[in-house]
Nanobody, 127 residues
Framework: QVQLAEAGGGSVQAGGPLRLSCAAS????????MAWFRQAPGKEREFVAA????????YYSDSVKGRFTISKERANAIVYLQMNNLKPEDAAVYYC????????????????????WGPGTLVTVSS
């Protein structure tokens, strides 16, 4: 049974950095794509960033492009999200997601493209 677990959440002042990680356990499955989504109170879950194993292509939402960086190691067994210049609007529960399936570029932005989800890690940003 595949499990994903996020780590690295916490409280940070606006403008500061934070690094999140997501690790798989309980399986030797190779994930073809891994991603980060986030959800703030009262809002729907939104896409943040993704990375594809086949070519290393990365995808970012417009709101985080240039500030966040997604990376991976161990053939997608671990994925990171380096967040810089954090803003109060970045505060949310951040979720790691993964899929074994090979998906086209446009599919990376959608929650239903992913099979596995972590329980989330909370990020708060103070001003």
């Amino acid at each position: 049974q595949v499990q994903l677990a996020e780590a690295g959440g916490g409280s940070v002042q606006a403008g500061g950095p934070l690094r999140l990680s997501c690790a798989a356990s309980g399986s030797t499955v190779t994930y073809n794509s891994m991603a980060w989504f986030r959800q703030a109170p009262g809002k729907e879950r939104e896409f943040v960033a993704a990375i594809r194993r086949s070519d290393g292509e990365t995808y970012y939402s417009d709101s985080v492009k240039g500030r966040f960086t997604i990376s991976k190691e161990r053939a997608n067994a671990i994925v990171y999200l380096q967040m810089n210049n954090l803003k109060p609007e970045d505060a949310a529960v951040y979720y790691c997601a993964a899929t074994e399936r090979r998906i086209l570029s446009y599919r990376h932005y959608y929650t239903d493209a992913y099979t596995y989800w972590g329980p989330g890690t909370l990020v708060t940003v103070s001003s």
